[in-house]
């Protein structure tokens, strides 16, 4: 099997905002941000390794990658992947030094990849994306709908509010899938109507979580400020969905993973 070479082009794409998600051992979904994704070859993809702990644990224990990349937030491509190791040398390590990316372009701390990870291809999916008034349409849908009030005891920081309700930030959403891998879409429109609720459009997904699945939610800003949400799913009228927030946490440095609520 093998990437199309659609999916191969966005990510090997400098440009393209990539992510990783990720299970442990309860079927939790764990996203972040990966620049380093490249495909290798038509049936592999390589990452480097660095300020990814819980991602690193989660493959090491359930080895299943869900894949996502998007350009220009209208081009996307998406895949899922069965993990097939690390190397701390090697080809693959090589080549991710020569393009050596940090994990986000404001590292100040950026030393170099730990290791080299590789993800052999099972299935992928292209999609494009809604803009212009189409876009506008469904935000102002999903403003207009909030009226369920929210059980989650979690509020998200006020820095994670106002770059999630960017226009300009990029969100995405992972879950885990009925053949248990690790999914990761594009989540456009999403908005916060409080610090404590997610809305988003469903229209999109070829697939959808269950009704009270956990989910988590990975939030990149146009400054590559980059933040991870996880809660609980629940399916809204005219195919929109809402999360209520558990947990909120860093994905970019300095402070990579580190829980600021919950």
């Given at each position: 099997?093998?990437?199309?070479?659609?999916?191969?082009?966005?990510?090997?794409?400098?440009s393209s905002s990539k992510f990783m998600a990720?299970?442990?051992?309860?079927?939790?979904?764990?996203?972040?941000?990966?620049?380093?994704?490249?495909?290798?070859?038509?049936?592999?993809?390589?990452f480097g390794e660095y300020l990814m702990w819980k991602s690193k644990r989660n493959l090491q224990t359930?080895?299943?990658?869900?894949?996502?990349a998007v350009l220009d937030r209208t081009q996307?491509?998406?895949?899922?992947?069965?993990?097939?190791?690390?190397?701390?040398?090697?080809?693959?390590?090589?080549a991710l030094q020569k393009n050596s990316?940090?994990?986000?372009?404001n590292s100040a701390d950026w030393q170099g990849y730990r290791n080299a990870g590789r993800l052999n291809y099972v299935k992928s999916w292209t999609m494009t994306l809604?803009?212009?008034?189409?876009?506008?349409?469904?935000?102002?849908?999903?403003?207009?709908?909030h009226s369920r009030s929210s059980k989650a005891a979690t509020a998200m920081p006020i820095s994670v509010f106002r770059r999630l309700n960017k226009s300009d930030s990029i969100k995405t959403l992972a879950f885990v899938g009925g053949d248990g891998y690790p999914l990761a879409f594009p989540a456009f429109p999403m908005i916060a109507p409080d610090r404590r609720t997610i809305l988003f459009s469903l229209s999109?997904?070829?697939?959808?979580?269950?009704?009270?699945?956990?989910?988590?939610?990975?939030?990149?800003?146009?400054?590559?400020?980059?933040?991870?949400?996880?809660?609980?799913?629940?399916?809204?009228?005219?195919?929109?969905?809402?999360?209520?927030?558990s947990e909120v946490f860093t994905a970019c440095p300095p402070l990579c993973g580190e829980k600021i609520g919950g």
């Open positions: 099997m093998e990437f199309s070479e659609y999916f191969t082009s966005l990510l090997n794409n400098r990720t299970l442990d051992t309860a079927q939790t979904p764990n996203i972040i941000p990966v620049f380093s994704l490249e495909s290798w070859d038509r049936s592999t993809a390589i359930v080895p299943r990658a869900g894949l996502l996307c491509g998406m895949a899922i992947c069965d993990f097939d190791g690390f190397e701390e040398s090697g080809q693959y390590m090589e990316i940090p994990v986000c372009s809604t803009n212009g008034s189409k876009y506008l349409k469904k935000l102002i849908q999903l403003r207009l709908c999109h997904l070829p697939t959808r979580p269950a009704d009270g699945q956990s989910v988590a939610v990975c939030v990149l800003s146009a400054d590559n400020v980059a933040y991870q949400l996880k809660g609980k799913f629940h399916p809204l009228r005219n195919s929109r969905g809402l999360i209520e927030i």
